[in-house]
T-cell receptor
Framework: QQQVKQSPQSLIVQKGGISIINCAYE??????FPWYQQFPGKGPALLIA?????SEKKEGRFTISFNKSAKQFSLHIMDSQPGDSATYFC????????????FGTGTKLQVIP | DSGVTQTPKHLITATGQRVTLRCSPR?????VYWYQQSLDQGLQFLIQYYNGEERAKGNILERFSAQQFPDLHSELNLSSLELGDSALYFCASSRGIGSREQYFGPGTRLTVT
């Protein structure tokens, strides 16, 4: 019940295209869904996050879509650039005095020129 | 740069040995989290400390222990090391106990030979 399933495992997108990464969860107690971006040799960095009372959140070229009834959420990267090439992790956590975050398995994105 | 520092950057040691990984959180952050990232297990939450006290435990082995000191830096101790402990170990910090945003350090790459 604590799992967050992420797909695809890897993704190749042409420059200027849309990258879409999907995640699904089971535990309805999750109430915070962040996405992290990780470049090789670096730690994950918080990219964008959403709460379940919102269906969509946009920050620049990055958009999270959230479907509470389906228990799914996705990251869309518009106008993908080679500099977006990284591994992306979705995650989920439960408010409760501590922040035990459950991560998805990661998606390695490669944006080709 | 997230403001979280970790030392050492790389560590190579033999099976059966004990090592200590160190983390300094961002200035003002009271919570510290430890994660293990391996190829087959993804990013796994190990343990959280808040202002010197343990607050949450994840998939942390009994051979592993951690603590947070009065100056808020944290150490992760790994003992009786096995080949399977080879991984990236990340520290993250957040402002308070209920803060959602976690800031990751650059990680320590541990290789057990």
């Amino acid at each position: 019940q604590q799992q967050v399933k992420q797909s695809p495992q890897s993704l190749i997108v042409q420059k200027g295209g849309i990258s879409i990464i999907n995640c699904a969860y089971e535990n309805t107690a999750f109430d915070y869904f962040p996405w992290y971006q990780q470049f090789p040799g670096k730690g994950p960095a918080l990219l964008i996050a959403i709460r379940p009372d919102v269906s969509e959140k946009k920050e620049g070229r990055f958009t999270i879509s959230f479907n509470k009834s389906a228990k799914q959420f996705s990251l869309h990267i518009m106008d993908s650039q080679p500099g977006d090439s990284a591994t992306y992790f979705c995650a989920a956590s439960i408010q409760g005095g501590y922040q035990k975050v459950t991560f998805g398995t990661g998606t390695k994105l490669q944006v080709i020129p | 740069d997230s403001g979280v520092t970790q030392t050492p950057k790389h560590l190579i040691t033999a099976t059966g040995q004990r090592v200590t990984l160190r983390c300094s959180p961002r200035s003002g952050d009271l919570s510290v989290y430890w994660y293990q990232q391996s190829l087959d297990q993804g990013l796994q939450f190990l343990i959280q400390y808040y202002n010197g006290e343990e607050r949450a435990k994840g998939n942390i082995l009994e051979r592993f222990s951690a603590q947070q000191f009065p100056d808020l830096h944290s150490e992760l101790n790994l003992s009786s090391l096995e080949l399977g402990d080879s991984a990236l170990y990340f520290c993250a910090s957040s402002r308070g106990i209920g803060s959602r945003e976690q800031y990751f350090g650059p990680g320590t790459r541990l290789t057990v030979t």
